[in-house]
């Protein structure tokens, strides 16, 4: 009867799941700050610079961080929801990627040019803008670009808002082509595809700032506050995916077996081969994992901290699984404690987090090809940020492309000559 009822509602259950947490988000913001304090820092939100890394949780507060990511998530649940689509894995990771990245460079106004420009070039293709919603969420990944433009230029009003808005356009509206063209190059091993070809737009806009002597300035800003009540959200999150698989199907451990099985290669959608039931589970699994490791490293949670928890488990639906993704996360460890790195400082968190871009290559070529690309992973993704001026959120989707690139066509050479033999 459980079973029946889920394949019969499967739909409506996951637009249920997935609007109760952006209400849970909203509902929290309120935990934390008064009104007065949370809509004064969704203020300082918007008008921020967001370039690699601006932590919500420290420019504002807590509260404001947690509204822009429930607003920015309740955006794009209508998206999806006013085209009807059924949400599937690239669909579910897309915006708890989108949602995590607003507690740290996203918020409600520099994520919607991007958008916008992507659903002007599905017209002017002629397609349903459906087949790019998934593209247009993961292209804010440039939104800081958005906001300096609007609020950090030299710019007079309304000039700079005009050149804000045609930024984004533009931006959304190049992504899809080159979205499409990228994953060839890395041949679908790293899951931030789009990280990779933001990488590369953003490193041309930088390259353009400078030439006319207006460089990026870095910012480094990161909340080191308590972080009790917002831990406890994150892990009710966490266990409420995995009581909702439990609610609307009995746990089969065969099937999640299965499911971990996978390579997670591009395109590896869970939900459509596994079921939503095993894909939010999987999802809640990841989250504990990262959980378990925070309290390991002894680190605290913080805006950026949440946004890559966030993006892993929205892969959980869409590529990653604890067999794929620990490998690779060994491996970035391995090597930032070779060099000597504090595993708790937060770019070493997202090191090992954001590695898991290249879970696919465990999947596929097994534990030791994980481990050998977590470390090429964490030695090459802090000199990559120079390249794109922070402008790209997504830079170990930009540094996971070329060690995805490097790694495949050496493996698979030795692959053949085996198989030749």
């Known amino acids: 009867m459980q079973t029946l009822f889920y394949k019969k509602n499967e739909k409506h259950i996951k637009y249920f799941i997935l609007f109760f947490y952006c209400i849970l988000l909203f509902s929290s913001a309120f935990m934390f700050n008064t009104p007065n304090q949370i809509f004064s820092g969704l203020k300082t939100i918007i008008e921020h610079p967001d370039v690699l890394i601006v932590d919500y949780f420290e420019v504002a507060n807590i509260g404001a961080a947690l509204l822009n990511s429930s607003i920015v998530m309740l955006i794009l649940l209508i998206i999806v929801k006013v085209q009807d689509i059924d949400p599937n894995g690239p669909v579910i990771s897309a915006i708890f990627t989108v949602t995590g990245f607003s507690m740290f460079g996203k918020n409600i106004i520099n994520v919607l040019a991007i958008i916008l420009g992507v659903f002007i070039y599905s017209k002017i293709k002629k397609e349903k803008f459906a087949k790019f919603t998934v593209i247009a969420f993961f292209s804010t990944a440039l939104s800081p670009l958005v906001t300096r433009v609007g609020f950090g230029s030299e710019l007079i009003f309304p000039f700079n808002y005009i050149f804000a808005a045609v930024s984004g356009l533009l931006v959304g509206f190049i992504m899809p082509p080159l979205a499409n063209s990228f994953v060839r190059f890395h041949q679908g091993y790293s899951l931030y595809n789009v990280g990779f070809t933001s990488g590369i737009i953003g490193m041309i806009i930088a390259s353009l700032f400078r030439i006319f002597d207006r460089p990026l300035e870095p910012i480094f800003v990161v909340y080191q506050g308590p972080d009790s009540k917002i831990k406890v959200l994150i892990y009710f999150i966490s266990i409420s995916m995995i009581a909702f698989k439990l609610i609307i199907t009995k746990l089969d451990i065969h099937r ?114 994980g481990l050998l690309a977590g470390g090429l992973h964490a030695a090459l993704v802090s000199n990559l940020s120079y390249l794109h001026a922070g402008l790209n959120l997504y830079n170990n989707g930009f540094s996971g492309g070329f060690i995805a690139a490097f790694l495949v066509p050496i493996i698979t050479s030795f692959r053949e000559d085996k198989f030749n033999e």
């Open 256 to 369: 999640y077996k299965n499911l971990i099985k996978r390579s997670g290669r591009l395109v590896t959608d869970f939900i459509s081969l596994d079921g939503f039931d095993m894909a939010i589970f999987n999802m809640g699994i990841l989250g504990l994992i990262c959980l378990i490791y925070i309290e390991i490293i002894g680190a605290n949670l913080n805006g950026p901290t949440i946004a890559a928890i966030f993006t892993v488990m929205g892969f959980g639906s869409f590529g990653k699984h604890p067999k794929n993704v620990l490998p690779v996360m060994l491996g970035a460890i391995i090597i930032l404690k070779i060099t000597g790195s504090d595993l708790s400082d937060i770019n070493s968190i997202l090191t090992v987090f954001f590695s898991t871009t290249l879970a696919p290559l465990t999947g596929e070529f097994g534990f030791f090809v």
